[in-house]
């Protein structure tokens, strides 16, 4: 879809997301009326599609949308990430924004309205033009949750996790570093001087340890897992099928829990008052973590189990070879 109806539906699906009365039962119905969900699966397929003709037919790709650096940026960067292991590293990650947002000149001052309200009349750019809400989408953040869609399903070939593209996601808007403002690289580079006056996100990123991929199996592709030299091609309905809410950008601060989190009264988890109500403090991100350390702990409870029996087992062995000597 262009850039109105990707607007629309982010308004529908963040809407939806914050609606105390949403309908439960009817949840995944709700979530797909949206459409937002259907214009994941669009670009993704976009993406693959570009990525099989390169790895597949050796022919080169031509991919150009109407303006030139919404969709385009879009389908470029994931089907490199599709086809090239490095830029499923966080080195890599960073690289790709750069070279094919930023660079590219997709207009991110523009598309977010950074430091815009409905009021204002000057957006703040070089040219000084007018607001035009009509050109405000949430494009790149459409992008991440397309990366979001492929490392949540093939999590063990990524240097980093899905924790890593949500801080991405909060600090679209955030304003915090610079790494992520302006329209093009003359407005960041030689009118706002943004490296020399802010902070970078990537490096900020890289300082965070829990935003590394524990399980990463950089050498798995090359090994004889999907296909030769890098690319990771999955069959597209796979890809498309598993298509899911991003609920923990989406739903972040919703009204009601959404996102996986062990019940109430567990060992690992009481239940939560005041703030701690709020997903943002409560459950998001906590489930596989504390799951998986259960899990460990469980399996090294067994092995020391079996460890004590081995031993008993020896022992016996012992006795009773020693009372058949003797008799």
Sequence with gaps: GNIHAVRDSYQKI??????PGANDVQWLQLVEETKWLSHIRSILSASWQAAFHVRYNRIPVLI????????????????????DPYYRTRVGFSCLIEKDF????????????HGEGRGDRNNGSSSGSQVDEGQISPIFLQFLDCAYQIVNQYPDFFEFNTKYLLLISEH????????LLCDTEREREVVASIRQRTHCLWEYLD????????????????????????????PLP???RNVTLWVDRFCMYGAKPTARCLPYGHSE????????????FYGIGR??????????????????????KDELISKLKKQLEVTTGHS
């Design 14 to 19: 963040s809407a939806l997301c914050a609606n």
């Design 102 to 113: 930023l660079a590219l000149g997709h207009p991110l001052h523009l598309r977010c309205g």
């Design 269 to 280: 988890c009481t239940e939560p008052t005041g703030d701690d109500l709020n997903p943002v």
């Design 172 to 179: 679209i808007y955030s304003c915090r570093f610079g790494s």
């Design 64 to 83: 150009h949308c109407s303006h030139g650096w919404d969709r385009t940026s879009q389908v470029c960067a994931l089907s490199q990430m599709l086809l």
């Design 207 to 234: 300082r965070q340890p829990e935003l590394l991929n524990k399980k990463y199996r950089y050498n798995a592709l090359e090994e004889g897992e999907f296909e030769g030299n890098g690319a990771l091609l999955m």
């Design 238 to 240: 796979t890809l498309l």
């Design 287 to 308: 489930y596989d973590e504390i799951a998986l350390r259960l899990a460990e702990e469980e399996a090294s409870r067994w092995k020391t189990i079996a460890q004590e």
